[in-house]
Nanobody, 123 residues
Framework: QVQLVESGGGLVQAGGSLRLSCAVS????????MGWFRQAPGKEREFGAAINRSGGSTRYADSVKGRFTISRDNAKNTVYLQMNSLRPEDTAVYYC????????????????WGQGTQVTVSS
């Protein structure tokens, strides 16, 4: 059973940066496509970014493209989300997720989820 634990969330001013980490245990992270999703209050969970097993391919939601960067360190069993130029609309709980499938953007394709970390961007 794979377990995911996110960290790195917090309160930041608009224009600032945060780096989220997702520590994977139970199975080697290289077995999975990894993704970051987010859910704002009163809204559905939405896709943010995903990275394939080797780290050679990525996908981003249009809302974060050019500002967020997903990466992974398979040796450390960790996935990262570097978030720059943060905006108040980026405020949400951010979830790390693991998929045994292809590099997809749908939440249904991800079988394993972390507990989430809160990111709050003040204006």
């Amino acid at each position: 059973q794979v377990q995911l634990v996110e960290s790195g969330g917090g309160l930041v001013q608009a224009g600032g940066s945060l780096r989220l980490s997702c520590a994977v245990s139970g199975r080697t992270v290289s077995s999975y496509v990894m993704g970051w999703f987010r859910q704002a209050p009163g809204k559905e969970r939405e896709f943010g970014a995903a990275i394939n097993r080797s780290g050679g391919s990525t996908r981003y939601a249009d809302s974060v493209k050019g500002r967020f960067t997903i990466s992974r360190d398979n040796a450390k069993n960790t996935v990262y989300l570097q978030m720059n130029s943060l905006r108040p609309e980026d405020t949400a709980v951010y979830y790390c997720a693991a998929s045994r499938g292809l590099l997809g953007i749908g939440a249904d394709g991800y079988a394993y989820w972390g507990q989430g970390t809160q990111v709050t961007v003040s204006s």
